[in-house]
């Protein structure tokens, strides 16, 4: 049982525009939920992260809106580039982020 | 400074063999994490071990053993490789103090 949820699967955005990559989780003891890139052939990197006490988090042009009603949260690329292009996983985690469960990635393609 | 370093890059085992993936670390992290990777699966945790001396399973643990050897090195032992256990390992490790894991390369592991 998946207990983050990931869509889509896979995006395709021109450069400049926007990317939307959305995450659902269930279980409300989650009090961490971070995204990490990962490019081919490499390990997983942190790219933002946000706790539950907030709605959004910005860091450049990535932010994390996070709905906790709704048990939602979505990671929005602003101005899309080429080197964008990766796969981005969502995650969600308690306790002291030891147990990190991940949605199932979406692969991002920026078109020049 | 390496970060998490991860042998062998890549592996090609029959069923029944066995193995030992190595993950090492330079930062002076207190938790490690071994994870495996999967099409469609996203990341799983296999064990995890939050200080030296002690280890942990995470969702998948099933026919893998791991050692914590000392704070820099988590190893990942298959007894009997099967089929089911062709996937990208990772280690990953963090600070007690922050939420932040650091994954390595990865491991790409064939059982045939």
């Known amino acids: 049982q998946q207990q983050v949820k990931q869509s889509p699967q896979s995006l395709i955005v021109q450069k400049g525009g926007i990317s939307i990559i959305n995450c659902a989780y269930e279980?409300?003891?989650?009090?961490?939920f971070p995204w990490y890139q990962q490019f081919p052939g490499k390990g997983p990197a942190l790219l933002i992260a946000?706790?539950?006490?907030?709605s959004e988090k910005k860091e450049g042009r990535f932010t994390i809106s996070f709905n906790k009603s709704a048990k939602q949260f979505s990671l929005h690329i602003m101005d899309s580039q080429p080197g964008d292009s990766a796969t981005y996983f969502c995650?969600?985690?308690?306790?002291?982020?030891?147990?990190?469960?991940f949605g199932t990635g979406t692969r991002l393609t920026v078109i020049p | 400074n390496a970060g998490v370093t991860q042998t062998p890059k890549f592996q090609v085992l029959k069923t029944g063999q066995s193995m030992t993936l190595q993950c090492a670390q330079d930062?002076?992290?207190?938790?490690m994490y071994w994870y495996r990777q999967d099409p469609g699966m996203g990341l799983r945790l296999i064990y995890y071990?939050?200080?030296?001396?002690?280890?942990d399973k995470g969702e998948v643990p099933n026919g893998y053993n791991v050692s914590r050897l000392n704070k820099r090195e988590f190893s990942l032992r298959l007894e009997s490789a099967a089929p089911s256990q062709t996937s990208v390992y990772f280690c990953?490790?963090?600070?007690?103090?922050?939420?932040?894991?650091?994954f390595g390369p990865g491991t790409r592991l064939l059982v045939l």
């Open positions: 279980n409300t003891a989650f009090d961490y």
């Open positions: 071990s939050a200080s030296e001396g002690t280890t």
């Open positions: 995650a969600a985690s308690f306790n002291g982020a030891n147990n990190l469960f």
């Open positions: 930062m002076n992290h207190n938790s």
């Open positions: 990953a490790s963090r600070f007690s103090g922050g939420e932040t894991q650091y």
């Open positions: 946000i706790r539950p006490d907030v």
